[in-house]
């Protein structure tokens, strides 16, 4: 997936934010495949599971591991059904970012790749209330742009635009 492009910025900032929510060390379920992301949360010193990339829709079995945290980066827009896998993770505590929607653009959809397309793109309101359905309570925020180095109006608004969305939950208990 990043072959030709590393997302510093996006990285840099969840990086830091995990760092200010999560204490070093913890042991965070990471839902999807190993990455790069994952890789700098292992070189700061957390302990980094990762789910085997099954579909998070229809089996939610690797979701049934006891960690400190779970993290979600850029997962919940790739789901039909993100209610029911936040409802099941065991932990109380959660990280997750997801893409904003872009009133400009359409939701994004590769063409080659099944697994890398949007069926969700959140506004702000939207995940917030998702989550609070599901169980949590959000304690922090943070939103981000993500300029590219293009010319034309869409580039432009990417300047301005909020990209990004992270949020660190705990669990309400019930």
């Given at each position: 997936?990043?072959?030709h492009t590393y997302p510093k910025k996006r990285f840099e900032?969840?990086?830091?934010f995990v760092k200010k929510h999560l204490p070093a060390h913890c042991h965070i379920l990471d839902l999807g495949v190993e990455n790069p992301l994952g890789e700098l949360l292992k070189k700061e010193g957390f302990?980094?599971?990762n789910t085997s990339g099954e579909d998070l829709d229809l089996h939610q079995d690797g979701l049934h591991i006891?960690?400190?945290a779970v993290t979600a980066f850029e997962i919940f827009e790739h789901l039909l059904n993100p209610f029911t896998v936040l409802q099941n993770v065991r932990s109380n505590k959660l990280v997750a970012s997801v893409p904003l929607r872009l009133w400009f653009s359409p939701a994004y959809r590769s063409k080659n790749d099944p697994w890398d397309r949007h069926f969700h793109e959140f506004e702000d309101w939207q995940f917030d209330w998702l989550l609070e359905k599901a169980g949590w309570k959000i304690i922090a925020t943070e939103k981000w742009t993500h300029?590219?180095?293009?010319?034309g109006i869409r580039p432009l608004l990417r300047r301005f635009t909020p990209r990004y969305y992270i949020v660190y939950a705990e669990r309400i208990n019930t």
């Open positions: 997936m990043y072959e900032k969840t990086l830091a302990n980094v599971q006891n960690a400190d300029p590219v180095n293009k010319i």
